[in-house]
DNA sequence: GAGGCTAGTGTCAGCGACTGACAATTGACA
DNA sequence: TGTCAATTGTCAGTCGCTGACACTAGCCTC
């Protein structure tokens, strides 16, 4: 087995899509199990037995437990990079994101859907942000992540990264509001995706303002 | 053993000296094997035999692995937020969280020295960085961090965190600069106590430009 | 200053995450 | 059909971490 978690080629050969099977059996057990019981009460042992497979084979298909909490949201990162990548080259950075951004959670739904159930995707969410083992690595990857988006938006403006803040600090400052607003859903009551798509656009909205001078009675 | 990792009252009993000795020893023996084998291939286990205690009580001073690691940075983090509750109340925002960043690099060297000497805690810094595991935690602790300081803008400014998100925005959007102004410190050449702090400046002082329009020749 | 109290420590047993090694199975392909 | 290579299971072992229990040593009282 190597890296070959990518986009499914229609069919290829019986080993291949029995290793595909047994993949997408284990993210979905141990999501379930995840959200039934909690990510610290639940052993691999579990996942494994509830897949019928050995301990020793979720280990070759998942580095670590962890691994395998991540597995949706890896589809999802990689949409919104691709996302980006979509956006008309004349626009500004911020714009750029923002407009990458909307795009993503309109069309998220079918990219998470192959994988596992959309609701099942959402619990999970949670789960990730109450536990803080899983808080952590998902801090991480969200800075993986921003390091490609910076990437790509110094590629845009024809800017050398090493050399040029700026890309980084755009996307900085973004993803900070994004996990702000990503937050405040998961701990809110309406857990839709439209409600994540509009606190998205609102607090994206309103950046620009808080960054600059006071906010008490007067400007602003 | 409770919860007394503060500052020291002169002396005490004997008792309690003994346990701030014990716990000074190992963090610095801690951070001593990590940055000289790396943090993965130092086991508990060495680190309590270089004080000459059970690892059984490794884990009562620590309640894991990671946590000695973070022990210097732990100080650094209450210093910095002690710096900002010290900036005058008429102060903007963004100014006092600048403000405050600077006030705190000025005289952490004092509140980390009485620790670890201040050289092993710059390798750590680049320990912490370069090792995905506490990267990770880094990540969490520095958002935990945030929160905190969130509360104080909030409190500062006379506004409700629950209702208003500007408080959050504003120092999500400044801790990703400073995050991006502390990794190209600890990849770059000069290591030293100012060149961070000159970094931070000078970062801080480009994300309003940064995070409007163009960039290319025209505008800004 | 002897004796009791209790905080702090060591020892031991055990769980769960993870890994290397090796043998058994099973697609793939000539 | 037989060979080759990829997958898998089994086993043994390391490391992080925890509960239980016994022991030691400061501390406090009489």
Same mark, same amino acid.
């Given at each position: 087995?190597?890296?070959?978690?990518?986009?499914?080629?229609?069919?290829?050969?019986? =080993?291949?899509?029995?290793? =595909?099977?047994?993949? /997408?059996?284990?993210?979905?057990?141990?999501?379930?199990?995840f959200?039934?019981?909690?990510? !610290?009460?639940?052993?691999?042992?579990?996942?494994?037995?509830?897949?019928d497979?050995?301990?020793?084979?979720?280990?070759?298909?998942f /580095?670590?437990?962890?691994?395998?909490?991540?597995?949706?949201?890896?589809?999802? !990162?990689?949409?919104?990079?691709?996302?980006?990548?979509?956006?008309?080259?004349?626009?500004?950075?911020?714009?750029?994101?923002r407009?990458?951004?909307?795009?993503?959670?309109?069309?998220?739904?079918?990219?998470?859907?192959?994988?596992?159930p959309?609701?099942l995707?959402?619990?999970?969410?949670?789960?990730?942000?109450?536990?803080?083992?899983?808080?952590?690595?998902?801090?991480?990857?969200?800075?993986?992540?921003?390091e490609?988006l910076?990437?790509?938006?110094?590629?845009?403006?024809?800017?050398?990264?090493?050399?040029?803040?700026?890309?980084?600090?755009?996307?900085?400052?973004?993803?900070?509001?994004?996990?702000?607003?990503?937050?405040?859903?998961?701990?809110g009551?309406?857990?839709?995706?439209? /409600?994540?798509?509009?606190?998205?656009?609102?607090?994206l909205?309103?950046?620009?303002? /808080?960054?600059t001078?006071?906010?008490s009675?007067?400007?602003?």
């Amino acid at each position: 087995m190597t890296t070959d978690q990518a986009v499914a080629p229609p069919s290829a050969g019986l =080993r291949e899509r029995k290793k =595909r099977r047994t993949r /997408a059996a284990l993210v979905r057990s141990a999501l379930e199990l995840f959200t039934r019981n909690g990510y !610290d009460h639940t052993t691999v042992d579990e996942i494994a037995e509830a897949v019928d497979v050995s301990q020793r084979t979720f280990f070759r298909y998942f /580095a670590n437990k962890e691994e395998v909490a991540f597995a949706a949201q890896e589809a999802t !990162d990689s949409h919104f990079f691709a996302a980006l990548t979509a956006r008309p080259a004349g626009e500004a950075p911020l714009a750029a994101l923002r407009g990458a951004a909307l795009d993503a959670w309109d069309t998220i739904g079918e990219a998470v859907t192959e994988l596992v159930p959309p609701d099942l995707y959402m619990r999970m969410y949670s789960v990730i942000e109450s536990t803080p083992a899983l808080l952590a690595v998902h801090l991480r990857r969200t800075a993986e992540l921003e390091e490609r988006l910076a990437r790509e938006i110094a590629r845009r403006e024809g800017l050398d990264i090493e050399t040029d803040p700026r890309p980084r600090l755009v996307v900085a400052a973004f993803s900070g509001v994004i996990r702000v607003a990503g937050r405040l859903w998961s701990e809110g009551e309406d857990t839709s995706m439209e /409600a994540l798509r509009e606190l998205t656009a609102f607090h994206l909205d309103h950046v620009g303002a /808080a960054l600059t001078g006071h906010w008490s009675e007067r400007q602003e």
